[in-house]
């Protein structure tokens, strides 16, 4: 069965600082991975996708994530963290059946 | 520009009625999905359709239901409201490959007293 795991439920950095958001996903098969972001009262909105090639996937608004087969894991990451980043964000997988499964999602506080 | 609409953003209602959620899209897009946010849980999808006239089951279905009679709507039927479902709900929309990104609506905020 498919699943995502996002180890850390909420995370705080200092604006201008690297940040790094873990997800974890099992799957049979291939994985597409999808990264979003959700700014409070939104909907979400894509941030990245996976899903064969290189496996270090840029993204909008800076961020980029690394696809890892051996740890199964597809982890966000950003050089510099900006104010406006705070935000919830979640990791999915989907299946065959273009079925998303989403993590719990990481909560990101900024500190000025 | 072609986006995806949820109707109404805010909704409270009581233990015991008929609540009906809509969603429309403009997107062309055949693959409509629901989903419901609640903490600690993420997004968990409810009921999902791949086009007109089909509809399917998905992890957390007990007590809601769908139907698809055009492309552009995808309406969410709570048959009789209950507490456990106050929650917020999202409806999205994809096109037909696998890889393809869903895009959601702004959501849909349901109290059930």
């Known amino acids: 069965a498919q699943s995502v795991t996002q180890p850390d439920i909420h995370i705080t950095v200092s604006e201008g600082a690297s940040l790094e958001l873990r997800c974890n996903y099992s799957y049979g098969a291939t994985p597409y991975l999808f990264w979003y972001v959700q700014s409070p009262g939104q909907g979400l909105q894509l941030l990245l996708k996976y899903f064969s090639g290189d496996t270090l996937v840029q993204g909008i608004k800076g961020f980029e994530a690394e696809f890892k087969r051996s740890q199964s894991s597809f982890n966000l990451r950003k050089p510099s963290v900006h104010w406006s980043d705070a935000a919830e964000y979640f990791c999915?997988?989907?299946?065959?059946?273009?079925?998303?499964?989403f993590g719990t999602g990481t909560s990101l506080t900024v500190i000025p | 520009d072609a986006e995806i609409t949820q109707s109404p953003r805010h909704k409270i209602t009581e233990t015991g009625r008929q609540v009906t959620l809509a969603c429309h899209q403009t997107w062309n897009h055949n693959n409509m999905f629901w989903y419901r946010q609640d903490l600690g849980h993420g997004l968990r999808l409810i009921h999902y359709s791949y086009g007109v006239q089909d509809t399917n089951k998905g992890e957390v279905s007990d007590g809601y239901s769908v139907s698809r009679s055009n492309t552009e709507d995808l309406p969410l039927t709570l048959e009789s409201a209950a507490s456990s479902q106050t929650s917020v709900y999202f409806c999205?929309?994809?096109?037909?490959?696998?890889?393809?990104?869903?895009?959601f609506g702004p959501g849909t905020r349901l109290t059930v007293l």
């Open positions: 999915a997988v989907v299946n065959t059946g273009n079925q998303f499964y």
């Open positions: 999205a929309s994809s096109g037909p490959n696998r890889m393809d990104e869903q895009f």
